[in-house]
């Protein structure tokens, strides 16, 4: 089992609907969680970043974290034809170190 | 503006040969990353670097060389031992401990011919 489990897609949905993007991970240790947006042939860019349980919003983007279930979500709002990217979650914290382990990113189609 | 340029955006290069990936940043970060993503596995690290004149292997060293004799510089090399190079490489650097997130380059696409 890998320690971060996302599923790969493709997530297709019409321009507008809210989007829901999930991660599960196995290790309990892990305290700092990140999503990150990645367009076709370019890197990756930082999106949200959390630390430990709870939700944070940043305009049509909502991050929430519950460390009970072992259970991160990316929540995309009113979603645009330019949300159309792969969304990758990150994870760090384990054994004292900050370097992430990342999931294998979801692949997001908003269509017109 | 500030960030991380990667060079070159394609290259090719044929079985048995060495070729260095060029990786430079002006954002004046102390760490920097490399990560090889493959088709549907995410990103795995393969070296980095925290301070100048040290580095340290990621999950998939084997086959990959680095130096940090700048701060602001870190190439990767992929020898000849690495099997199977094909892939989209991604340089990436944080000011400290990276514990807030990452900025990456734009990648560079390395295909054995």
């Known amino acids: 089992q890998k320690e971060v489990e996302q599923d790969p897609g493709p997530l297709s949905v019409p321009e507008g609907a809210i989007v829901s993007l999930n991660c599960t991970y196995s290790n309990s240790a892990f305290q700092y969680f990140m999503w990150y947006r990645q367009y076709s042939r370019k890197g990756p860019e930082l999106l949200m970043y959390?630390?430990?349980?709870g939700n944070k919003e940043d305009g049509r983007f909502t991050a929430q974290v519950d460390k009970s279930s072992k259970y991160i979500s990316l929540f995309i709002r009113d979603s645009q034809p330019s949300d159309s990217a792969t969304y990758l979650c990150a994870m760090s914290g384990r054994r004292g170190s900050y370097i992430p382990t990342f999931g294998r990113g979801t692949s997001l189609i908003v269509h017109p | 503006d500030g960030g991380i340029t990667q060079s070159p955006k394609y290259l090719f290069r044929k079985e048995g040969q060495n070729v260095t990936l060029s990786c430079e940043q002006n954002l004046n970060h102390d760490a920097m990353y490399w990560y090889r993503q493959d088709p549907g596995q995410g990103l795995r690290l393969i070296y980095y670097s925290q301070i100048v004149n040290d580095f340290q292997k990621g999950d998939i060293a084997e086959g990959y060389s680095v130096s940090r004799e700048k701060k602001e510089s870190f190439p990767l090399t992929v020898t000849s031992a690495q099997k199977n190079p094909t892939a989209f490489y991604l340089c990436a650097s944080t000011p400290g401990t990276g514990i807030s997130g990452y900025t990456f380059g734009s990648g560079t696409r390395l295909t054995v011919v």
């Open positions: 959390t630390y430990s349980s």
